[in-house]
């Protein structure tokens, strides 16, 4: 079962009286809705109790947030990526919002494979899956991240091939071509038996031909998609781009149709499942992501919509949507649209 | 709410110390001591910054020049811009007929200088490394000041100086803003007397609304969750006093 209300309490333990009772009745309600929908799914062999997924880089830096994010009802979780070396980003601002989205240049600031090697320990006691996010500039790089990494217990491999704003890493560097997804995925390949997710981006005008790519190197799933753009917000009264990196890629509602769309034609084009990212926040954005064709669906500003219990809500909201609508599994929704 | 810094006009800047200087700017709307706001520099960088005055429709930033930023933000004189945004963050829960006690460690006092007015009741203990690095020594006139190397004041830190008032008398709550390790012992000091106590902690700040994960303390993210926490919640914290986070994202014993 997703739901942990005893969790609502986090803060300080000081969940009121009020709040116990409001607690109590939306147990009861999602007892009752959890006897008739069955959210559970199996994504290349790994066992989700919800299709709801933490998407990189948003809250992933620390063991202990993602336990957090567990608690808040997500059925798996992705790191924020990882390179070989420890990395401080781009100068804030690094995240800033306008009225349809998101806009981020945080960089890839990480703390290298040795650090987060001691980070992500003990990744079972989480209780959901712990995906790893693997970046590099070479492509050799990503499969020494994945060696580095090779005594965690992660559940499957995440390479983001198309970050849009951080110099020598994905669309900066043309690692989302049909050939560099190739040799990148056929190298991490090599280096791991986990299931691998290669992360297209929603500018490539070459998107399928990139998954098939990565399909025909034994990726077992594609995550699409990552951030768009890069776009730029300007300061006028300062008469200066606003994000320290100057553009940065955009997420959160703005990029949900161009997801939305990215997932359809994905749908066609590969057989290995696809997981939906991209503007959801709702049961109702993710529903519709998966009657494009995605098996589960990722979040990330998401959380910032509506707050870190954002895949708690978004799970309940759909099994009200499927209950409502006579379905007793989501898995009947996927690709509906396709016919 | 959009989460984009919007210009602002320093109205006047105020040296508090050799190292410290305050600036006014003008601000309306709802502001609860302990909160942040995030201070930009059009292409130099952003950072976490709390209200050390609040006066009408003006606000004040003390701000200890310790790096790049800070230093260039010393050169900003009345007239000149800076970006905000904000309020972000949980403040202090003031609970205000209760027998309290502030306690600042360096530039800590900043944030909890905007509470004073509104406690009753209330104790200040400031400590500081020497005596030029006092802050408000004019402001509030009636502090219990120490420093490290004893030229003013007591010689030792504020915990010890919270130690020798407690023999004499009681407090319900302490509220403080310092050194972590100092914040760390003075939870140790709340529990046994059983003091109520609430503390900000400093952690690096990215986006300041609790996305990027950068701000982490044991699960709990200080932009949003914090940056005050109350001690029922740092007592479960097993980072607090312990480990912080640096700008890459590592781990790192507290310095
Ligand atoms: C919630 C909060 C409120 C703060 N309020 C004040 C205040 O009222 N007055 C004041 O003088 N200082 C305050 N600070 C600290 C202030 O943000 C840093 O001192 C400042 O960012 C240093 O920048 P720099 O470039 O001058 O120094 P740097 O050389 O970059 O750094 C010096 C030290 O400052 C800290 N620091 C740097 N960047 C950040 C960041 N983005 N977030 C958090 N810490 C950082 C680090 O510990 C670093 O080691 C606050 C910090 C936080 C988290
Ligand atoms: C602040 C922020 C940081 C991100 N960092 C990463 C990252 O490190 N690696 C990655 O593959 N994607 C990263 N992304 C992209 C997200 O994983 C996701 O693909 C994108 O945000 C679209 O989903 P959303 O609209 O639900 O946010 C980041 C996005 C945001 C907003
Ligand atoms: S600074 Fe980004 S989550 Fe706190």
Known sequence: MFLHLQDEGYNGNKLSGRARGKAATLIYRFKSIMQKVDLSVTLCSIPLRNPTILASGILGTTRALLKRVAENGAGALTIKSISTEPREGHNNPTVITFEAGMLNAVGYSNPGMHAAAREFSDLQEIGVPVIASVIGTEHEDFMRVVEGLSKIQFSAIEIPLSCPHTPGFGLLSGQGTPESTFKITSLVRKATKLPIFVKLSPNSPELCTAAKAAEDAGADAITAVNSMGPGMAINIDAQRPVLGFKVGGVTGDALRPIAVRCVYDLYKAVKIPIIGVGGISTGRHAIEMMMAGASVIGIGTGVYYRGIDVFRKVSEEMALWLQKNGYNTFRDIIGVVHD | ?255
């Not at chain 2, 023999?167 to 939870?187: D, L, V, W």
């Open chain 2, 1 to 255: 709410m959009i989460e984009q810094p919007r210009m602002i006009n320093i109205c006047d800047v105020w040296e508090e110390t050799p190292d410290t200087k305050t600036f006014f700017f003008p601000f309306e709307g709802p502001f609860t001591p302990g909160q942040f706001f995030m201070i930009w520099i059009p292409l130099l960088d952003e950072k976490p910054f709390t209200i050390s005055y609040i006066q009408e429709e003006f606000l004040g930033i003390t701000v200890l020049k310790r790096g790049i930023f800070t230093q260039k933000f010393h050169e900003k004189k009345a007239g000149d811009s800076i970006g905000i945004r904000g309020p972000y963050g949980k403040g202090f829960e003031l609970q205000t007929d209760l027998r309290s006690c502030l306690i600042g460690g360096g530039i800590g006092m900043a944030s909890l200088a905007t509470i004073v007015d509104r406690l009753h009741n209330v104790t200040i203990i400031q400590g500081a490394k020497t005596s030029s690095e006092l802050l408000y020594r004019k402001r509030f006139q009636d502090m219990n000041l120490c420093t490290d190397d004893g030229t003013l004041g007591y010689t030792g830190t504020t915990v010890d100086v919270l130690n020798a008032l407690l023999e004499k008398q009681r407090f319900q709550k302490i509220y403080a803003c310092g050194p972590e390790r100092m914040m760390y012992k003075i939870s140790e000091i709340c529990k046994k007397h059983d003091i109520e106590y609430e503390a900000s902690l400093e952690r690096y700040i990215k986006c300041g609304f609790g996305v990027c994960g950068q701000c982490d303390c044991s699960g709990q993210r200080t932009c949003i969750d914090g940056p005050v926490f109350h001690q029922q919640e740092l007592i479960r914290m097993a980072d607090f006093g312990k480990i912080s986070i640096t700008k890459t994202g590592e781990r790192v014993i507290h310095p």
